[in-house]
């Protein structure tokens, strides 16, 4: 189980507000005494607030023995036009903790801040006094989990996200695999798998934290954990990925490998909801001719002849590649995600051939 990161409990007194992971980008620390909820907090949201960050909050100072109660010390979450879209600046002092943010998930960020400035004074709670700007240089930050050769239970996965918080990462890229319980393909399914109705909770929880949960499904490489299942294996008419060994990938030209990612593709759709981006992978293809079919290796020689590519068809591989992200991408944006797919197949859509 993953544990609530040590940034969001309180910290022992005299801990320095100069230790926030990430280091926010205007940071001071205030002389004078900080404010002290060990009688609990009165949270004030102005109108037009949105609620998630206050119940975040609420939730956190709750796991602490902290009660929200009218009249005591006041912690305030209230819009500014002047900040980012997920900046934020945070006061806090004796007589207060003001949060102000362009947004919602701006204030959100400065809730987190706020929770990893506590300290422990005493049986009590106290919040240092202290002035911090934050903006982010990235909009999208995060992670991607991989269920290829491990299992991870929801509570963990849960736990995982909110450590994603922590972190105020805005992103996590899953990659499911035979870990979500497929309707279209129900042999291909872990013993373990979660429910869709059991992600769909998952991506619930991300949304509250301001994180997206993005899918991956991988249209060419990495296909082993679905292509080779006996009744799919002919979907890969033998090929391999770049490991050549315990990796296979789909055919390019073999139909029923599209049907597949199309079938997969669209369940994926219909449980991650929270973004507008859908990752397409397309990793360590294998596109030697010793990891090819025959026809995949003729249709290779057949793009080369027309490009006057030479022997060993370095463009020509490029481009029969480029080919199958290209058909992805355009299945992604005509049901109306944005696609998006590792670095190197920006730099060399090769990768690794």
Same mark, same amino acid.
Request: proline share 7%.
């Given at each position: %189980?993953?544990?609530?990161?040590d940034?969001?409990k309180?910290r022992?007194?005299? *801990?320095?507000?100069?230790?926030?992971?990430?280091?926010? $980008?205007?940071?001071?620390?205030r002389? +004078?005494p900080?404010?002290d909820? *060990?009688?609990g907090?009165?949270?004030?949201?102005?109108?037009?607030?949105d609620?998630?960050?206050?119940?975040y909050? $609420?939730?956190?100072?709750?796991?602490w023995g902290?009660?929200?109660?009218? +009249?005591?010390a006041?912690?305030v979450?209230?819009?500014? &036009?002047?900040l980012g *879209?997920?900046?934020?600046?945070l006061?806090t002092g004796?007589?207060?903790a003001?949060i102000?943010?362009?947004?919602?998930q701006?204030?959100f960020? +400065?809730a987190v801040?706020?929770?990893?400035?506590?300290?422990?004074?005493?049986? &009590?709670?106290v #919040?240092?006094?202290?002035?911090l700007?934050?903006?982010?240089?990235?909009?999208?930050r995060?992670f991607?989990?991989?269920f290829?050769?491990a299992?991870?239970?929801?509570?963990h996965l849960?736990?995982? #996200?909110?450590?994603?918080?922590a /972190?105020?990462?805005?992103?996590?890229? =899953?990659?499911?695999?035979? $870990?979500l319980?497929?309707?279209?393909?129900p042999?291909l399914?872990h013993?373990?798998a979660? *429910?869709?109705a059991?992600? $769909?909770?998952?991506?619930?929880?991300?949304?509250?934290?301001f994180?997206q949960?993005?899918?991956?499904?991988?249209?060419?490489?990495h296909?082993?954990?679905?292509?080779?299942?006996p009744?799919?294996?002919p979907?890969t008419?033998?090929?391999r990925?770049?490991?050549?060994h315990?990796?296979?990938?789909?055919?390019?030209?073999?139909?029923?490998s599209?049907?597949l990612?199309? !079938?997969?593709?669209?369940?994926?759709l219909?449980? /991650?909801?929270?973004?507008?981006y859908?990752?397409i992978? %397309?990793?360590?293809? +294998?596109?030697? !001719?010793e @990891?090819?079919?025959?026809?995949?290796?003729a249709r290779?020689r057949?793009l080369?002849?027309g %490009?006057? !590519?030479?022997?060993?068809f370095?463009?020509?591989r490029n @481009?029969?590649?480029?080919?199958?992200?290209?058909?992805? %991408?355009? =299945?992604?944006?005509?049901?109306?995600r944005?696609?998006?797919?590792?670095?190197?197949?920006a730099?060399?859509?090769?990768?690794?051939?």
């Amino acid at each position: %189980m993953i544990p609530t990161p040590d940034f969001l409990k309180p910290r022992r007194e005299g *801990s320095s507000v100069k230790t926030l992971l990430p280091r926010p $980008k205007r940071i001071e620390g205030r002389s +004078g005494p900080g404010l002290d909820l *060990s009688g609990g907090f009165d949270l004030r949201e102005e109108p037009g607030v949105d609620p998630r960050p206050g119940v975040y909050l $609420k939730n956190r100072f709750e796991a602490w023995g902290l009660h929200a109660k009218p +009249g005591e010390a006041p912690v305030v979450l209230g819009l500014s &036009g002047s900040l980012g *879209s997920q900046g934020y600046r945070l006061r806090t002092g004796k007589a207060s903790a003001v949060i102000e943010a362009a947004t919602a998930q701006g204030l959100f960020h +400065g809730a987190v801040t706020l929770l990893q400035l506590a300290e422990r004074h005493g049986e &009590g709670i106290v #919040i240092p006094a202290a002035e911090l700007e934050d903006e982010p240089d990235l909009l999208i930050r995060g992670f991607s989990v991989d269920f290829r050769y491990a299992w991870l239970e929801e509570p963990h996965l849960r736990a995982m #996200i909110d450590a994603a918080a922590a /972190f105020k990462a805005s992103a996590i890229v =899953w990659w499911p695999q035979d $870990k979500l319980a497929w309707r279209s393909h129900p042999d291909l399914i872990h013993a373990r798998a979660l *429910s869709p109705a059991q992600w $769909k909770s998952l991506v619930a929880c991300g949304e509250e934290r301001f994180i997206q949960m993005i899918p991956l499904m991988d249209p060419y490489g990495h296909a082993e954990t679905y292509a080779d299942r006996p009744a799919y294996l002919p979907l890969t008419n033998g090929e391999r990925g770049y490991w050549g060994h315990d990796d296979v990938q789909y055919c390019a030209s073999h139909p029923d490998s599209w049907r597949l990612f199309h !079938d997969l593709s669209a369940e994926c759709l219909e449980v /991650f909801t929270n973004t507008p981006y859908f990752h397409i992978g %397309m990793d360590e293809v +294998g596109g030697q !001719d010793e @990891r090819l079919c025959a026809e995949c290796r003729a249709r290779v020689r057949a793009l080369a002849s027309g %490009m006057n !590519d030479p022997e060993p068809f370095d463009q020509a591989r490029n @481009r029969f590649i480029a080919q199958r992200m290209l058909q992805a %991408m355009k =299945w992604m944006k005509a049901r109306g995600r944005r696609p998006v797919f590792w670095d190197d197949n920006a730099i060399n859509i090769r990768t690794r051939a």
